[in-house]
């Protein structure tokens, strides 16, 4: 399939549960300021506020966390000039789009999806039908815009080869090259960051103790209690970055401190090996606190003036509705809709 013939353009989206952490600035936002600085691509960023209601969202926190994932993006140097920012919400055409490709995708396909038999585990019955769902309206998401590449984290990596297959199968129902298959982009500076109180668990916003995160929201002093209180081995560290092998937590520790500084772990253990935690922790909490300072003040302003905020999402949707329509309008037609 020709998928060269599609220009190169990047859809990437967060839901809005929760606050952001620094596991969304160092694995996912990171990655998509980079891929704005790169001529190579339009980037179009989403506030993925539909996905977030397959679970239960408290209104007044989700509006909450909407306005904060996008004061985040833009205090982290999303700039909505030169990327499309907006909530998906805003833009009906992606659930349009979304019912349409629940009628492509194959229910012995949703069933493969190991997030949400992870999310759903022995409550399988009792979640919501939109939770199953959601793979088809994600591939909706990244499709709409015809978008070629799609930055995530490892574990959504099904799903985006999901997409390609519900791209790919309609396709060839129609008999169309209408669709490209989408790339899941996953090398690249982004990181996953891990649980500060049980290193094989990613970082999340969504985790039940506060204590296993850091937000991007939070103050100084919290940032350095939570860094003191991270779970560590007794031992210093090691020498070297093989000296770190099963030691999840140490090197979770040292790979967030190369995140933060823009160095390779390499160049971290070349300054800290063999330091003990009483040492380290304490850097590596005042660089947090030095590279958050700036974000967490910005997205303060931002936050303190959400008409400025909601303005900036309300025109970043029109762009995206600009770019939407057309592609909506023609996958309508070759379905054979009378519109
Ligand atoms: N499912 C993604 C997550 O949980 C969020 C998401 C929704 C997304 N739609 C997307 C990511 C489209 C990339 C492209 O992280």
């Known amino acids: 399939m020709a998928d060269t013939a599609f220009a190169p353009r990047v859809f990437s989206g967060i839901k ?149 297959d519900i791209a790919a199968k309609f396709n060839h129902d129609y008999g169309v090259d209408f669709f490209p298959i989408t790339e899941p982009v996953t090398e690249g500076p982004a990181m996953r960051v891990m649980n500060l109180r049980d290193g094989s668990k990613k970082m999340s916003k969504s985790g039940e103790s506060d204590m296993e995160r850091i937000n991007m929201l939070d103050d100084a002093d919290t940032i350095a209690k939570k860094f003191k209180k991270a779970k560590t081995d007794p031992e210093p560290l090691s020498s070297d970055l093989a000296g770190l092998a099963g030691r999840p937590e140490a090197r979770n520790l040292v790979d967030i401190y190369a995140g933060l500084a823009d160095i390779s772990a390499e160049a971290v253990m070349a300054e800290y090996g063999g330091s003990g935690w009483g040492v380290f922790k304490p850097a590596l909490a005042d660089l947090a606190v030095a590279k958050l300072a700036p974000v967490s003040d910005e997205m303060r302003r931002l936050l303190d003036a959400p008409e400025e905020l909601d303005a900036i999402m309300a025109r970043g949707a029109e762009r995206a509705d600009e770019i939407a329509q057309p592609i909506l309008a023609r996958t309508y037609d070759i379905m054979g809709f009378v519109r």
Not at 76 to 91: C, H, K, T, Y
């Open 16 to 164: 809005p549960s929760g606050g952001l952490t620094l596991g969304n600035y160092l694995g996912a936002i990171k990655r998509w300021v980079e891929m704005q600085e790169d001529p190579t691509y339009e980037t179009i960023y989403c506030v993925v506020d539909m996905h977030a209601v397959t679970v239960w969202q408290d209104p007044a926190d989700l509006r909450r966390a909407t306005r904060e994932v996008a004061a985040s993006m833009i205090a982290s140097g999303i700039d909505p000039e030169r990327s499309i920012l907006f909530n998906q919400a805003r833009v009906p055409a992606h659930t349009e789009l979304g019912w349409l490709f629940s009628c492509v995708a194959r229910v012995g396909w949703m069933n493969r999806m190991t997030q949400f038999k992870d999310k759903a585990g022995k409550n399988a019955e009792k979640v919501s039908l939109g939770l199953y769902a959601y793979p088809a309206l994600m591939a909706a998401d990244i499709l709409l815009y015809h978008a070629t590449h799609v930055p995530v984290g490892e574990d959504q990596k099904q799903h985006v080869e999901l997409t390609r």
